[in-house]
């Protein structure tokens, strides 16, 4: 169980109080479950993070009214404190604004990560800290070994269910005080755990969406939330230059994308560029997708970086990796040298670092000034 050190505590004194976020799902509800039995001091706690114009308050959803109440019922039934968070304008500014702006810059962005980093293991802190608690436990399938000078994340023993792409961002000084007690565990472990307690959570089905969309439906969303008046149209353009269809907007577009693009070619066509300063995307065929190199911004390094070293690199949460060179530049900044050139390198992506197990760290892709017709 990766939780912090035993010897920092001794025997006979009781452990540390820790906060758990329970978002009325299995895995955090075992995990509050694993941590009591460990002898902490265990309090949950359920963020309230939808807006009120929110449209995605479905009983399956992480930040619906429906997942309060399953935490509710499973802290009552391992009788631990439970309380609830109101999250919502914190929500609403750090990952919601966030996730809209990056498609409006041609981005596509990854709120799971900005909402790991600035509210569950951020804004959560200093409730936590009001509460009595040392240390914030969360449901990821992630390991966070706790050493005397710093705290190593690494990938969850499962591979089917590693978490620890959306955990990359976090801060030593975050990861120090974070706990992934399931780390160690499969899923049908954690399930076969939540139906000896007889939780009634123990049969839920996880969500594969985005907590705040609908139906995955990023761009209904999108309309909704930002409104017509906010889509930034223009034209799609081929390699050359030409003109060849108009489009509502840069924000409907993803780098690899196919469906929505004119007809009319002899092979198939793909979003291969967006440049959101004449709100162009362009388009070419699959190979033009491959990248032997990019770059990234905002970085973070759990062990410092300034010499290049080989990675292996995780450029969207389900690629499978691939080996690679980092070169460190100086504020936040990195190059990527791919070994084997890669499909889709998309911009306002996670591009997260590994050793074996280990993450050593990653920043967020950046776009390249290069695809854009000189003559749009």
Sequence with gaps: MNTPEATTHSESAPRPRVVIGMSGGVDSSVAAYLLKQ?????????????PQDC???????????????????????LGIPHYVIDEGENFER???????DEYKNGRTPNPCVMCNEKVKFGNLWGKAKALGAEYIATG???????????????????????QSYFLFSL??????????????????????????????????????????????????????????????????????GKRVAEHDGIEMFTIGQRKGLPGGSPRPMYV????????SVIVGEAEDLMTEEFHMDHCTWHAGATEPFEVNVKIRYAHPGANATVYPGENGEAR?????????????????????????????IVRQIAAVPASV
């Design 171 to 240: 801060r030593q000084a975050q990861l120090q005080r974070a706990m992934c007690p399931l780390g160690e565990m499969s899923k049908p472990e954690i399930r076969a755990i939540a139906r000896q307690l007889g939780l009634k959570v123990a049969e839920k089905q996880d969500s594969q969406e985005i907590c705040f969309v609908p139906g995955n439906d990023y761009k209904a969303f999108l309309k909704s939330h930002m409104g017509a008046g906010e889509f930034h149209p223009g034209g799609i353009y081929d390699k050359s």
């Design 38 to 50: 460990q002898g902490y001091d265990v309090v949950g706690v359920t963020m309230k993070v939808w």
């Design 140 to 162: 990821h399938y992630a390991i966070i070994e706790h050493h005397a000078d710093r705290a190593v994340l690494r990938k969850g023993r499962d591979p089917r269910k590693d």
């Design 336 to 364: 990527v040298r791919l070994h084997t050139p890669t499909r889709a390198v998309t911009p306002g992506q996670a591009a997260v670092c590994y050793r074996g197990d280990e993450v050593l760290g990653g920043g967020w």
């Design 272 to 279: 291969v560029d967006i440049d959101p300063v004449t709100s």
């Design 55 to 77: 449209i995605s308050r479905a009983e399956d959803k992480c930040c619906g009214p429906q997942a309060i109440a399953d935490a509710r019922g499973v802290a009552h039934a």
């Design 94 to 100: 750090l990952v919601i604004d966030y996730f809209t």
